[in-house]
């Protein structure tokens, strides 16, 4: 099996130890819009540092390098040029190490590792149905755990905040941390109302989720209407 080296972990390490207070962010499934690198505790706090995570080869490589004045320029690996201070890595996030089937949908940021349910779906938009149901291809792409990523990348530091957009599978993400979730201080997930139909295989509804993570400590900010809208962002905290 052939190498490929992402990440020049001595110098992000180095990088690391370098800022007096790090605040260390994370975004789970970017695709190519929405990323965290455009919110303001990035561009404002020099303590900021991003891990963002794409298994897309396409996206991954949009996220990475990008700017005009970059070229030719040499650039530690792992490193994006849209700022100074995130790093970009192509696996995905989940339970089960390996090499898994990424499933990738017609309209691309519905792909999902969970199988996609091809039967009614109930509540949901047409396009929805249409666009986001369907397997276009599938991809063979590397998994590690979130776990594995705090302790061997990250190396034990606490993490402010992680977005996860990981399209029916962001419960599974976010408890594959194990014994390290308490790293976690917070994290927002998509959820679906529980009057919808899941779009994926073993996707979770709005109260189960909520209960899922009371009882590994994290709370939901304010209260939490499930059956609102379709499919909605939540702000869990860390409550232990």
Known sequence: MTQLNILNLTYFHQHLASLSDPKI??????????????DPRMKNDSNAIL????????????LLSSAESFRDT??????????TNTIVLPFAIGPDEGVKTFNVAPVDGCSSLSEMKDEPHEGW???VAQMCTKVHERRSVPVITLRRLLHEILEDRPVEYIKVDA?????????????????IRSFSI?????????????QMH?????AAFKAVGFHPEGEVKCNDAHEFDTLFIQTT
């Not at 962010?25 to 455009?38: A, K, Q, W």
């Not at 040499?74 to 700022?83: D, V």
């Not at 709005?206 to 909520?210: A, E, I, N, P, Q």
Request: aromatic residues 12%; proline residues 4%; negative net charge.
């Open 125 to 127: 938009p047409e396009w």
């Open 206 to 210: 709005c109260s189960d989720t909520v």
């Open 167 to 183: 399209q029916g599978f962001d419960v599974p993400v976010i408890l594959s941390a194990g014994d390290k979730i308490k790293l």
């Open 74 to 83: 040499f650039r530690a690996l792992g490193y994006s040029t849209r700022t």
């Open 51 to 62: 891990v963002s995570i794409e298994p897309l080869l396409d996206k991954f490589a949009w």
């Open 25 to 38: 962010y994370m975004e789970i499934g970017v695709n190519s819009r929405d990323s965290f690198m455009e």
């Open 190 to 202: 998509e959820m679906i109302s529980d009057s919808v139909g899941a779009l994926y295989d073993g």
